[in-house]
C-alpha cells in the first residue's frame, strides 16, 4: 500500500513536471530588449568658488557667494550643505541658481566663522567641485 502510494506520488510529480515544460515551451519569445540608462552630463566641470560673507562682525557667517558660476548651471535648482571642521552639518540651503555669474545665498541664523569649514554644492542633482575661500 505504501509504494503504491509513493508510486502515485511520483507520477503526478512527473505529471506535472512534464506540463510546465510542455507549456513552458509553447511560450512566444520576443525580440529581446535592452534598455541603457545614462545620467545627464554636469553643468559644469570647472570648480566653483564659494565665499563666506559677514556683516559687521567679521566672526559671524550671515551668506555665501557663489562664485563665477558658469551659463550652463544658470537657473537650475541648488542645494547647498555647509560643515564644520569636524564634519557636522551645520546649514542645508536650496533654490535656483540667479541668472548671473554670482549667486548669494543667505545664512539665517548666522554661523560662527570658526565652527565653520566649508560646503558641500550640488546643482540639479549632481555634485559640483567647490573651492571655500577664506
Same mark, same amino acid.
Given at each position: 500500500?505504501?509504494?503504491?502510494?509513493?508510486?502515485?506520488?511520483?507520477?503526478?510529480?512527473?505529471?506535472?513536471?512534464?506540463?510546465?515544460?510542455?507549456?513552458?515551451?509553447?511560450?512566444?519569445?520576443?525580440? &529581446?530588449?535592452?534598455?541603457?540608462?545614462? &545620467?545627464?552630463?554636469?553643468?559644469?566641470?570647472?570648480?566653483?568658488?564659494?565665499?563666506?560673507?559677514?556683516?559687521?562682525?567679521?566672526?559671524?557667517?550671515?551668506?555665501?557667494?557663489?562664485?563665477?558660476?558658469?551659463?550652463?548651471?544658470?537657473?537650475?535648482?541648488?542645494?547647498?550643505?555647509?560643515?564644520?571642521?569636524?564634519?557636522?552639518?551645520?546649514?542645508?540651503?536650496?533654490?535656483?541658481?540667479?541668472?548671473?555669474?554670482?549667486?548669494?545665498?543667505?545664512?539665517?541664523?548666522?554661523?560662527?566663522?570658526?565652527?565653520?569649514?566649508?560646503?558641500?554644492?550640488?546643482?540639479?542633482?549632481?555634485?559640483?567641485?567647490?573651492?571655500?575661500?577664506?
Amino acid at each position: 500500500m505504501r509504494i503504491l502510494k509513493y508510486g502515485m506520488i511520483v507520477l503526478v510529480v512527473l505529471c506535472l513536471g512534464s506540463v510546465s515544460l510542455s507549456s513552458a515551451s509553447q511560450l512566444s519569445l520576443g525580440a &529581446a530588449r535592452s534598455y541603457v540608462f545614462r &545620467a545627464a552630463p554636469k553643468c559644469t566641470t570647472s570648480i566653483i568658488q564659494i565665499e563666506p560673507l559677514t556683516d559687521q562682525d567679521p566672526n559671524s557667517i550671515i551668506g555665501v557667494r557663489l562664485n563665477r558660476v558658469p551659463d550652463s548651471c544658470r537657473k537650475l535648482a541648488y542645494e547647498i550643505t555647509v560643515y564644520s571642521q569636524n564634519g557636522t552639518k551645520r546649514y542645508t540651503a536650496n533654490g535656483t541658481i540667479a541668472d548671473t555669474t554670482d549667486t548669494i545665498i543667505p545664512i539665517s541664523p548666522a554661523l560662527a566663522r570658526p565652527l565653520v569649514a566649508g560646503a558641500v554644492l550640488t546643482i540639479d542633482t549632481r555634485g559640483i567641485l567647490t573651492k571655500w575661500n577664506e
